[in-house]
């Protein structure tokens, strides 16, 4: 059950936020710095690459590594594919990751981990060894990935885990550990030509998630805050998350996966024009699966109101010459579909990824924190 109202009880906020979710999120700015800085400190900028690989293969635990391959792909264009590679296993905690058939010499292996404790992960730096493979990882000093990796002579980059609280033993989501993994990859592809994202741009990254955990702060009012009004709007819907836009298209599969992950909310994502097709069947038929709302004797209290879908409308940028979002606007009305609409503000790659990436992080996060259990 959604809690609209403590959406304006910053302090009530910050008691529900048991899992330190929205000081998290807001430290991303923060985590983005200290990961750069400990990437310069690991020689990432002094690299001289001798050419650019083939492929970049991205393996870690959780559903960071499928958001950090998309993310890549889409900030370099699809000059060079990044996959992320499925584990397999009988559990997360067993899980195991296996390299295609063709990778050889010519292409890039980068494994993500928080922990760096996972077996799997340590297992594919031999595998990727043995085929000649380059292995470069994000992961904590010290810990058996980092060792792993050093003696194959790849190249292991620290990861920036999060300040301590301070609050004894419970250990608070690390809901800004997206960024820290991405960081220093960003800066290494940069130096392999894949993107382009120089130290200034990564700084400027930095400073975008600061303006946006400006406005999207719990100190903000829902009318002029963004994020809590996204979050008030999806309460009891479906999102249907549809995109323009190949960075869009990444932010809105990463957003489909923090609701999830951190709401437990399920919703589908999209690319424009594909969406109109793709998903005009469910507006459709929504309305035979909710509940009718001339039926005088239906219990209002005890049965719901069904499903009901709600399009959120992902843009890099305002309409542009040849958009399909006006043909997603006219199908909304004409299936009497709500829809929120969520636009960057223009700018780099980066500087649009940070924005659309921050305000839905912030929207998943107040449906978290806001939420409760049913009696």
Not at 179 to 198: E, H
Not at 210 to 237: F, S
Not at 271 to 276: D, F, I, R, V
Not at 316 to 345: K, N
Request: glycine fraction near 8%.
């Amino acid at each position: 059950m959604f809690d609209e109202s403590l959406l304006e009880d910053p302090e009530g906020l910050a008691r529900a936020d048991t899992r330190g979710l929205l000081r998290g999120v807001a430290a991303s700015g923060a985590r983005v710095r200290t990961a750069l800085r400990l990437a310069e400190e690991a020689g990432v900028t002094a690299l001289k690459p001798d050419g650019r690989p083939r492929t970049v293969l991205v393996a870690g635990s959780g559903p960071d590594a499928a958001g950090v391959a998309d993310l890549l792909t889409a900030l370099g264009s699809g000059s060079c594919p990044a996959e992320a590679l499925t584990p397999t296993g009988p559990s997360p905690e067993q899980a195991r990751w296996t390299l295609p058939g063709w990778v050889g010499s010519l292409d890039l292996l980068l494994l993500i981990s928080p922990h760096g404790t996972e077996q799997g992960l340590t297992d594919l730096v031999e595998q990727a060894y043995r085929r000649g493979c380059t292995a470069a990882a994000v992961t904590p000093a010290k810990a058996p990935l980092a060792d792993a990796v050093a003696q194959v002579r790849g190249l292991a980059l620290p990861f920036a885990a999060p300040e301590s609280n301070g609050s004894g033993s419970d250990t608070p989501a690390d809901a800004g550990a997206f960024w820290a993994l991405l960081t220093p990859l960003l800066a290494l592809t940069d130096r392999l030509g894949l993107i382009t994202a120089p130290t200034s741009e990564l700084h400027a990254l930095a400073d975008t998630l600061d303006e946006v955990a400006a406005r999207c702060g719990p100190a903000i009012a829902t009318y002029t805050n963004p994020a809590k009004t996204l979050a008030a709007e999806l309460d009891d819907a479906l999102p249907l998350l549809w995109s323009q836009g190949r960075i869009a298209a990444a932010g809105a599969r990463r957003f489909a996966t923090v609701l999830a992950t951190r709401a437990g909310r399920p919703a589908l994502s999209a690319e424009l024009p594909a969406a109109l097709t793709a998903h005009g069947p469910l507006q459709a038929g929504v309305h035979a699966l909710t509940a009718d709302p001339d039926d005088f004797f239906r219990d209002r209290v005890e049965e719901s109101d069904g499903l009901r879908l709600r399009i959120v409308l992902l843009q890099e940028a305002p309409d542009q010459p040849g958009s399909a979002a006006p043909a997603a606007r006219e199908q909304a009305y004409a299936h009497d579909t709500p829809l929120s609409e969520i636009a960057a503000p223009g700018g780099s790659d980066l500087h649009v990824a940070a924005s659309l990436l921050a305000l839905t992080d912030f929207a998943a996060v107040y449906l978290a924190v806001a939420s409760t259990e049913r009696p």
